[in-house]
């Protein structure tokens, strides 16, 4: 699987969050919300760099920068 998001450059919430969503929605699942917050790309490699530092869990990184 690190592969696969190494490959695509995605994250391992995310890649859980759309496979998530494509088994209980199926394809609709996986369009995109008028709802969808979009985030900087600053702030996304914040997050990582956090996650990636060991500094926080992921539940924490989920809350601090997407909430």
């Not at 997050?47 to 924490?60: H, M, P, R, T």
């Amino acid at each position: 699987m690190q592969q696969t998001l190494t490959k695509y450059s995605i994250s391992e919430y995310a890649f859980y969050d759309w496979k998530y969503k494509y088994s209980k929605y199926g394809i609709d699942g996986l369009k995109e919300s008028r709802t969808c917050k979009k985030y900087s790309n600053e702030l996304k490699e914040l997050a990582i760099e956090d996650y990636i530092s060991g500094k926080f869990l992921q539940s924490e990184v989920v809350k601090l920068f997407l909430t």
